[in-house]
């Protein structure tokens, strides 16, 4: 191949629609501008990706929906979106990369296929929870299937599917944090303080579910412990919006929030990405999820694994607690609050329980790793 075919311009179309999403295109984005500096990216995606470099169609402001009933509602805006990357791909592209996402990308993936386009699949659906009958979508419709989890190789391999580990992007999120003296320092908390992270999840309908709870919870516990609550912000949800939902006494913050969740004591967490960025840090947890009861009820149809908590699952055990639905409330939150902070035994064996995660995401590199199986993909396939 000479240089010419390698370096040449290519227009990349890349989709992530959530906020999790976005950080990890992102990033992939700067690794491959990295590798391949010529080449154009457009597609749907937040704001870490317009920073990157990406022209967005669309912003993921405008897809993050949680549930089948928030989906329904919102049918008529994902019929738009899709024509509009309909649009967008018959006007010509060279390759899409799908970003996680799958209840939108596999279709988006299927339509690309039909129109002749590579599909390159970073953060592959991830079958082995969900049941298997999107493993054949995969096969017919993606050309490069990018896994985040060793064991998803061999996953895939048994469905003659041949999948390509990377390791997970968050581990480089994850390191080169604020040190906890500065961190302390720099938001004015004294030493004996113990801090207590707040993290309500991405999108508006689960903040507005689950953050009440925990205000109220730790509101009560405050009266007999020296604790600090903080709120981590996603960066792409207004302060506004946080503010009608949390007393002016407790802090909110949308930088350091990694800091934060490495320096708390322990977390209130929505169940999804966060209680793997928390087991990865060895940060014990109590993991939260409430949705509208239809869409729980077919999610337990769907859903092959004993878990719904990341840690739980990666892990391999029930590590942190789970409180699901009419399981939530403020007083079993307060109580597994309790045992974090007053039974030490209960807090070690947690951490030493999630000792294991790290490990099973693999190295920093993830991006980079991801982007040069891309680049050396796109060049055999497109020449």
């Not at 993050?64 to 509602?73: D, K, M, Q, T």
């Not at 581990?171 to 906890?180: A, C, F, G, K, M």
């Not at 966060?274 to 840090?281: F, K, S």
Request: include cysteine; charge should be positive.
């Amino acid at each position: 191949m000479n240089q010419e075919q390698s370096t040449r311009k290519r227009t990349i179309f890349i989709i992530a629609g959530e906020a999790s999403g976005d950080r990890h295109a992102a990033d992939l984005v700067q690794a491959l501008l990295t590798l391949q500096p010529e080449w154009r990216f457009t597609g749907i995606g937040g704001d870490r990706m317009q920073q990157a470099g990406v022209e967005l169609i669309y912003h993921l402001s405008q897809l993050a929906f949680l549930g089948i009933a928030e989906v329904i509602r919102h049918l008529p805006t994902i019929l738009r979106v899709q024509k509009g990357v309909r649009r967008r791909l018959e006007a010509g592209v060279d390759a899409v990369i799908l970003v996680d996402y799958p209840g939108f990308n596999l279709h988006i993936a299927r339509m690309a296929h039909g129109m002749g386009i590579p599909v390159i699949y970073y953060i592959c659906p991830q079958l082995w929870a969900w049941g298997q009958k999107r493993v054949e979508k995969i096969r017919k419709y993606v050309d490069l299937p990018l896994v985040i989890f060793k064991f998803e190789e061999s996953f895939f391999a048994r469905f003659g599917i041949q999948a390509h580990w990377v390791g997970h992007p968050l581990v480089d999120q994850l390191t080169h944090l604020l040190p906890e003296e500065a961190f302390r320092e720099k938001y004015g908390l004294a030493p004996d303080q113990r801090i207590i992270a707040l993290l309500p999840g991405s999108r508006e309908m689960e903040v507005r579910q689950l953050l009440p709870v925990m205000i109220a919870a730790v509101q009560e516990l405050a009266r007999t412990h020296r604790i600090v609550p903080i709120v981590g912000k996603p960066e792409h949800l207004e302060m506004a919006f946080y503010r009608q939902l949390v007393p002016d006494s407790i802090r909110i913050i949308d930088q350091d929030v990694h800091a934060l969740m490495k320096h708390a004591h322990f977390a209130l967490v929505a169940s999804g990405t966060a209680t793997l960025e928390l087991g990865y840090l060895q940060t014990p947890m109590v993991v939260m999820y409430r949705v509208a009861p239809l869409t729980y009820y077919l999610g337990r149809l769907l859903i092959q694994l004993d878990h719904i908590a990341l840690a739980n699952i990666v892990a391999g055990k029930p590590v942190v607690p789970e409180l699901i639905q009419h399981h939530l409330t403020v007083e079993r939150v307060q109580q597994y609050a309790r045992k974090y902070l007053e039974d030490e035994r209960y807090y070690i064996a947690v951490k030493s329980g999630l000792a294991s995660i790290p490990e099973v995401l693999g190295p920093p590199g993830a991006s980079e790793r991801a982007a040069r199986r891309i680049v050396d993909f796109l060049n055999r396939s497109l020449t």
